[in-house]
């Protein structure tokens, strides 16, 4: 009787827990801080492997990749989210919308004058931003789907806040004040363009926009500040015309995820 007990037990806590979406958000942001903390941080010595420092550079931008596939396998049956790579697009228009910024970079070149160079800088930091999105938008934005839009974007933005772990640093109130309002006004722009996307790869185009211009290390070092605006500025206007093509053509979603 006993034995049957707990095996009731454990099946009421498993089932209570695919139930409850916290532990599920749980092991999500656990496994995406890990992999900030580690690749980020790097508290301990890492063994290059004869890896560039891009591919620690990705590593350190899969957390939420990693976090979301886990969470999403693991609790499949219990996870309602119809965002996908592509969304309302075709694989075409997509991965056109998506290449803009790695072709331009290609055509720009870097400071040294690279036209190379600039083709894998634009790849990398567009793999980067995929990477987080999994997570971010493809993933943790549709647990709160039930909140206010701009309530869900501010939770988001809060343990998108979190994983950047810049307050480790040397730094200021402020100055955390600011990379928060930064990333919470980020988080209504991309979590929109999510909203009514569905793409992952679209949420990822402007997460590009912010690493471009001033979080890649990698970018603002290898790109001038001139290549880098035009890039953007270039890019939004592509995306921003897709977008309201989309519009038009009454395929975006007004519902959230």
Known sequence: MHFLQSVFYCQFKI???KSNKFPRIAIYFIIALLFSIIFRLKPIHLPDFYLSEYVYGLLGGAG???GAIVVLFLFKDEIKNN?????VFSWLQILVLFL?????LCFFGTSSGSHLNGLLLGLYISIYSVLEERGWRGYLQSEFKS???ILKYLIVSLFWYTWHLTFLGQTSFLNELVIFGILFLSSIGIGIMADRTKSIFFAACFHLI???LAFSSELTTYLTKDTRNITVAISIVVWLIAFFIAKRKKILSYTDQ
Not at 83 to 87: A, E, S
Not at 100 to 104: D, G
């Open 100 to 104: 803009v910024p790695s072709a331009l």
């Open 83 to 87: 965002v996908t790579y592509k969304g």
């Open 147 to 149: 909140k206010k839009p």
């Open 210 to 212: 912010g690493n471009t």
């Open 15 to 17: 089932n209570t827990m």
């Open 64 to 66: 939420p990749f990693i």
